[in-house]
């Protein structure tokens, strides 16, 4: 329950630091990252600390060495998680969490079997995950997108002018088309002689 309240604590809260004027953090899906890393950084230290012994006794038994795996998983997470705070390898980073996320669900499932709060319990464990998946594939599917897309409101600011190819097609540059003419044009009226 724990990464849950994390993730929608620290998220809530980049969102109203960015409302209240933090430039960097006015976009939803960098504060989801933020919400994320704090997250995987608080799951990631209960694979040293704290739950490891839980989190190797969640390992099925079919699969071998569960204390290299739990610290295997732990490092990963870490990695990830400082990896979604920067914006290059933010995708990557949602991308390996969402698969490792898929792939340590039948550990979950093994966790749930037995006496366990019912927190712990299928249904509660299940949703948890899927709210945590919905949000890395959020930062994968939509990181980076919002400052290419077009904005909903056209700006009134004029269009900043690619100085480099104007001077190049200024010159007549054949990679960039010919030079403008800058003859005058005369009226339809007065156009030739009579």
Avoid: K
């Avoid at 329950?1 to 430039?23: D, N, S």
């Avoid at 991308?95 to 490792?100: E, I, N, Q, T």
């Avoid at 980076?144 to 904005?151: F, H, I």
């Amino acid at each position: 329950m724990e990464p849950l309240v994390t993730l929608v604590a620290v998220t809530g809260l980049l969102l109203l630091v960015g409302a209240l004027g933090a430039i960097r953090l006015r976009r939803p899906t960098t504060a989801l990252r933020g919400g994320l890393a704090a997250m995987f950084t608080l799951t990631a230290g209960a694979h040293f600390v704290g739950m490891r012994d839980e989190l190797v006794a969640m390992v099925p038994p079919a699969l071998p060495a569960p204390g290299l795996l739990v610290t295997l998983t732990g490092i990963a997470e870490f990695t990830c998680a400082l990896g979604l705070l920067w914006s290059r390898t933010a995708r990557l980073s949602a991308g390996a969490l969402s698969a490792m996320l898929l792939l340590m669900f039948p550990a979950n499932v093994y966790a749930a079997t037995g006496d366990v709060p019912w927190y712990d319990e299928l249904g509660p464990r299940t949703a948890m995950q899927t709210v945590f998946l919905a949000a890395t594939i959020t930062v994968l599917a939509r990181h980076g997108r919002a400052a290419t897309e077009t904005p909903a409101v056209p700006s009134l600011s004029p269009r900043p002018r690619d100085h480099h190819r104007a001077e190049a097609e200024d010159r007549g540059d054949p990679q960039h088309g010919p030079a403008p003419d800058h003859t005058p044009r005369t009226s339809s009226s007065s156009a030739g002689p009579s």
